[in-house]
């Protein structure tokens, strides 16, 4: 029997690292993908004893690094007779500012970059393997700021909101082909504690940006979802999911 195959973007941490995690506990391989090296092997060394699957350190907001990673998946994958069950966009950046005047355009073209670009691209570049896999499932990590603006918050919540747009534009592609395609899925995690929410806050602080205060004391009053808890829900809607397509999948506390 074929092996079903994950593969997360960002797996170096956060989110990422926790549904690697639960995915491998379930019995799936994980393909793992992020910028360090030394952040995935970390990742790799916490997943359970006879967990299968690779590293594949690449930046994926670069042209050449994403058709890398392309091609070795199909190299990894093929060789063994595993399938690309599932492709987790998890990777995200965007840096705060202390307002629209502060904010770097080149800031914007990275997060749109990863954000949006890579998504994209390496959908459409793994497009044979998930049809091979069918049904196979894309899910895309969204954000609620795509939608609730808030002060120097542009680059992040700018980008979410494209990635929403792509969402739908997939959705309306896969619904008129005639091929094998893979459901697609968005989904909001809500506030989540992982490095890259306290890397952000602490920014946030330096801009002196008035969502400051409601993040401290989410934080310490524990109030944030843990990142275990949000990859059990995403596993349970790339396993689960009913229907081809479905958006807005938000953790209620």
């Known amino acids: 029997m074929a092996t079903d195959t994950a593969v997360i973007t960002g797996a170096g941490s956060g989110i990422g690292a926790a549904l690697a995690r639960e995915l491998a506990e379930r019995g799936f391989s994980v393909?793992?993908?992020?910028?360090r090296r030394d952040a995935l092997e970390r990742t790799w060394a916490s997943l359970p004893?006879?967990?299968?699957g690779f590293i594949l350190p690449g930046d994926i907001a670069i042209r050449d690094d994403r058709e890398r990673l392309i091609r070795k998946l199909g190299e990894c994958l093929e060789p063994i007779g595993a399938r690309l069950r599932y492709l987790v966009h998890n990777a995200g950046v965007g840096e705060p500012a202390t307002g629209l005047e502060d904010m770097d355009p080149d800031d914007l073209a990275q997060a749109l970059a990863v954000n949006v670009t890579a998504p994209f691209a390496l959908t459409q570049g793994l497009l044979p393997l998930l049809r091979a896999a069918y049904p196979s499932r894309v899910l895309m990590v969204g954000a609620g700021i795509a939608?609730?603006?808030q002060p120097g918050t542009g680059?992040?919540?700018i980008s979410k909101k494209a990635l929403a747009r792509l969402f739908e534009q997939m959705k309306m592609e896969f619904a008129h082909s005639a091929k094998s395609e893979p459901d697609v899925?968005?989904?909001q995690p809500g506030l989540v504690d992982t490095p890259g929410i306290r890397a952000h806050l602490k920014a946030a602080r330096r801009c002196g940006l008035p969502h400051v205060d409601y993040l401290d004391q989410a934080l310490a009053?524990?109030?944030?979802?843990?990142?275990?808890?949000?990859?059990?829900?995403?596993?349970?809607?790339l396993i689960n999911m009913s229907g081809r397509y479905f958006a807005g999948a938000i953790l209620r506390p």
């Open 155 to 157: 680059s992040y919540g």
């Open 49 to 52: 004893e006879g967990a299968t």
């Open 31 to 35: 393909a793992l993908i992020g910028r």
């Open 147 to 149: 939608d609730r603006p």
């Open 185 to 187: 899925a968005l989904f």
């Open 221 to 237: 009053g524990g109030h944030c979802r843990l990142p275990k808890a949000v990859a059990a829900a995403m596993a349970e809607a």
